[in-house]
């Protein structure tokens, strides 16, 4: 079994999709979303409109977590510096997008 060498610890973009995954999951599962985009309840078809919202950022999100778990699980990944990289890189992005989309369908479903 091969070492992957890279000039950073592979465990810092692990950490960062954890806790991005933590925070989207937060958002879209235990309500989080709904209490910062609708307080007060909001408009009565805000919590539809952000249900939507979280339905198109989950797109992203399984991305990201396939790509995370890849990463570390697919011996092939894991011996090829390279491709552990990209995917842990992907992976990261991916989650940004998926709370940037959340972010921003929330704002436009008040």
Do not use: K
Not at 8 to 28: C, E
Not at 29 to 52: H, I, K, N, S, T
């Amino acid at each position: 079994m091969g070492r992957v060498r890279l000039r950073f610890s592979p465990i810092i973009p692990t950490i960062a999709s954890f806790l991005l995954a933590a925070l989207w999951g937060l958002s879209v599962f235990a309500g989080w979303g709904v209490e910062a985009f609708c307080p007060g309840g909001g408009p009565e078809d805000c919590p539809q409109r952000l249900y939507l919202v979280s339905t198109v950022s989950g797109l992203f999100a399984v991305l990201a977590a396939c790509c995370t778990a890849g990463a570390w699980l697919v011996p092939t990944a894991r011996r090829d510096a390279r491709a552990f990289t990209w995917l842990l890189g992907v992976g990261v992005a991916a989650w940004i997008a998926a709370e940037g989309v959340l972010f921003l369908g929330g704002m436009l479903a008040r």
